[in-house]
Each structure stands twice: as structure tokens, then as C-alpha cells.
């Protein structure tokens, strides 16, 4: 069967989020599902496949890291819609049926996808003991994301402090399902983005996650509160480096940004 790889959040190869991406009559048992995303090695693999017309879902949709299915994925989502619409397997708006609910991932004139998403619910937490060790900074404020996402969400003091950091993976991997998302304010706006941040998820094999479209469900409720705009660019700074423009919608959240395909070809086993 055919399997792509398409990086998200970019519009250049060899940045962004890498992901897999396999269009499938059905889904077939969990465990080769798993076996496959544990062979592609990316952070997420999509597995798809059509449902029938009528319904409220054009595809189910199922996302698998290298160790374990997650409930959200944003760029593994982008990814799919890319696949999906730049090989005219479907037309317009794309309604993915998931373990988070409906997802809609609408294509924009100018080659952008925009996702629409649930907004993660923000909780403020005490720091827990230990962060601070365990990052290798101090947080200024610590936000639990709720089930859907399963990060602790962490305000650094700058841009540089989030940069900068070279945490103790295994011991972050001990405050949150899933891991930790680091953010600061952008120390210059003017750049292109509004905040940074960099996404550690030890709890799934992936020590840094390169543009983590879910984290931004989070990210984007946190600063469009601090910055008084619904509408932000997000940098996540890992060493790939993407943007997402977010657009707080209430209890829904916009992640947009593009794909590249980067490989195509057949799956063998």
C-alpha cells in the first residue's frame, strides 16, 4: 500500500513536523498499526480511510506515535488533509472522525490548510516540585491542559530561556500524561510570531516534538488572554523550527499552516 511522509507546518522540505501518512480501506488490528508507526519512527503516523457519504465524517482518522496511539494530533491532521487534497482524493473541507470528536481541516486559496480544533482547557497548577530541576529553568506559572492535549504547560521567563533549554527527559516524563510545553513571549515581534515554544513528550518516545499542532490548542487560550488578540503566530523553536497561526474561536481553536510531501512510496509488509 502507499505511505507518504509529509512535513507539517512548513513550506519547505526537511523542516517542520515529519509525519506518515497511509490511506486505508479500513483500519486493520491495533497492533500492526502500531508495528508500522513504530517502523516509520516519526513522532506520528496517520492511518485514514473513507467512511460512508452522509454521515458527519467524510474519514476516520487514528494517530500513532512510535510507542502508543494519542487522542490529538495537529500535524499528523495537517498532514492528512495535505495528502488528501493535494492528490484530489477530496475536495474541500475534510471532516475527520477521531477519539477527539469531529476535526475540519478546510483548504485555503492561498495552498494553506486551516484545522479546527477543540481548545484545550487551562487550569492553573502550583509548579510541581522538581520542575524546575528537571527543565533546567524556573516557570513562572504551570497550567494542566486537560485530557485531550496531557501536557503541563510552563511560562519561561524570555524567548532565550526557551531556546536555551536541555532538560532531563526521563525526569520530565514524571509530572504529566503525556510531557511538558515550555513557552515565552516572543522577545521581538517584529520577527514573524508572537510567542515561542518547544515540546517535550519523553511519556510517548519523542524527546522534543519539532512543531506540535495540538500544544497550540494550549498555547493559543494562554497567550491570546496575555497579548489581547484572538489571532497569533506561534514559533515552535525546536532545532526543525514551524510556525502556526492560531485563531481562538471559544471552545474551538484554528491551527493553520502548510505541508510538503517529502516521500512517496510503498508499503511492503
Same mark, same amino acid.
Given at each position: 500500500m502507499r505511505i507518504r511522509i509529509v512535513d507539517a507546518f512548513t513550506d519547505r522540505p526537511f523542516s517542520g513536523n515529519p509525519a506518515g501518512v497511509l490511506l486505508l480501506d479500513a483500519f486493520p &488490528?491495533? =497492533?500492526? /498499526?502500531?508495528?508500522?508507526a513504530k517502523e516509520v519512527n516519526h513522532a506520528e503516523t496517520a492511518f485514514a480511510h473513507p467512511l460512508p457519504e452522509g454521515g458527519e465524517a467524510d474519514w476516520a482518522l487514528r494517530w500513532f506515535t512510535p510507542v502508543a496511539e494519542v487522542a490529538l494530533c495537529g500535524h499528523a491532521t495537517l498532514a492528512t488533509a495535505h495528502v488528501l487534497t493535494s492528490t484530489n482524493t477530496h475536495e474541500g473541507p475534510v471532516r475527520f472522525a477521531t477519539r477527539s470528536g469531529v476535526l475540519i481541516a478546510t483548504p485555503r486559496p492561498d495552498g494553506t490548510l486551516t484545522l479546527d480544533f477543540p481548545t484545550a482547557p487551562l487550569t492553573p497548577v502550583p509548579v510541581p516540585d522538581g520542575v524546575a530541576e528537571a527543565l533546567g529553568a524556573e516557570p513562572l506559572s504551570a497550567f494542566d491542559t486537560g485530557p485531550n492535549v496531557g501536557d503541563l504547560l510552563v511560562e519561561l521567563a524570555d524567548e532565550k530561556t526557551v531556546r536555551d /533549554? +536541555?532538560?532531563d527527559l526521563r525526569a520530565l516524563g514524571r509530572y504529566s500524561e #503525556?510531557?511538558?510545553? =515550555? !513557552? +515565552? #513571549? +516572543? =522577545? &521581538?515581534p517584529a520577527a514573524g510570531h508572537d510567542y515561542v515554544s518547544r515540546c517535550f513528550f519523553p511519556n510517548l518516545g519523542i524527546d522534543e516534538d519539532p512543531v506540535t499542532g495540538s +500544544?497550540? !490548542?494550549? /498555547?493559543?487560550?494562554?497567550w491570546s488572554e496575555r497579548l489581547g488578540s484572538p489571532e497569533l503566530t506561534g514559533l515552535q523553536a525546536s532545532p526543525r523550527s514551524g510556525h502556526v497561526r492560531t485563531e481562538l474561536r471559544g471552545d474551538r481553536t484554528l491551527l493553520s499552516g502548510r505541508a510538503v510531501t517529502v516521500i512517496d512510496g510503498d508499503l511492503l509488509a
Open positions: &488490528d491495533d =497492533a500492526w /498499526l502500531q508495528n508500522v /533549554l +536541555a532538560p #503525556r510531557g511538558m510545553i =515550555a !513557552t +515565552a #513571549r +516572543a =522577545a &521581538d +500544544a497550540h !490548542t494550549a /498555547l493559543a487560550p494562554y
